[in-house]
């Protein structure tokens, strides 16, 4: 069974400094890893995603997550936080095995706050 | 117009009733999903339908029931709602001609159990 966790449930950033959050995953076959953020009152929008091509990859707004195979990790980074960065971002992994290729299982989630 | 809609966004209901959340797409997905999302638990999935004839339970499907009434359509049905029940509900489809198999998710049903 796959799995995903996300360390630390509420990460506070400085407006223009370094956002980092972190995704460790557990899968049986090469993953297929997605970020996705979710602004208030709204439903989830697709970040980025790793699909076993470049392990760097880059997705919307500034964003970018490394795929690294022998630390299991897919952290998400920003060089420069902007206030409208404040959301909610889940990490999630896809099911590639079987009849149930395709189902993603999330993180808990990490609430970002940027602060002034 | 948006690609997965959810009705209603805001729902009040109380213990004991049967409710009816509703997703319709027009992005020709042949796949469905249903999720919830507590706080601090991330999204679960409830159930899922990879085609019209197929439907699938998630972890989570203890409580409600599923129907897939045409490709565009999964409606979500609790039988008889209960507090615990109290959460934000997503709809998501996808696209199993696509290699990553992405996901695209609805607005959001906020429901409340009392």
């Known amino acids: 069974a796959q799995s995903v966790t996300q360390l630390g449930s509420h990460v506070s950033v400085s407006e223009g400094a370094l956002v980092l959050l972190r995704c460790n995953y557990s899968?049986?076959?090469?993953?297929?890893l997605f970020w996705y953020v979710q602004y208030p009152n709204q439903g989830l929008q697709l970040l980025l995603k790793?699909?076993?091509?470049?392990?760097l990859v880059k997705g919307i707004n500034g964003f970018e997550a490394e795929f690294k195979k022998s630390e299991t990790s897919f952290h998400l980074t920003k060089p420069s936080a902007h206030m409208s960065d404040a959301a909610e971002y889940f990490c999630?992994?896809?099911?590639?095995?079987?009849?149930?290729?395709?189902?993603?299982?999330f993180g808990q989630g990490t609430i970002l706050t940027v602060h002034p | 117009d948006a690609d997965v809609t959810q009705t209603p966004r805001n729902r009040i209901t109380k213990t004991g009733k049967r409710i009816m959340l509703e997703c319709s797409q027009t992005?020709?997905?042949?796949?469905m999903y249903w999720y919830r999302q507590d706080p601090g638990l991330g999204l679960r999935l409830i159930y899922y339908?990879?085609?019209?004839?197929?439907?699938n339970k998630g972890e989570i499907s203890d409580g409600y029931s599923v129907s897939r009434q045409a490709q565009a359509k999964f409606s979500l049905s609790l039988e008889s709602a209960i507090p615990n029940q109290t959460a934000l509900y997503f709809c998501?489809?996808?696209?199993?001609?696509?290699?990553?198999?992405?996901?695209?998710f609805g607005p959001g049903t906020r429901l409340t159990v009392l």
């Open positions: 998501a489809t996808s696209d199993p001609g696509l290699a990553s198999d992405t996901q695209y």
């Open positions: 899968s049986s076959v090469p993953p297929y």
């Open positions: 790793y699909t076993s091509a470049a392990t």
């Open positions: 999630a992994v896809s099911d590639r095995g079987g009849t149930s290729y395709g189902k993603l299982t």
């Open positions: 339908s990879f085609d019209v004839k197929d439907i």
């Open positions: 992005k020709g997905h042949d796949r």
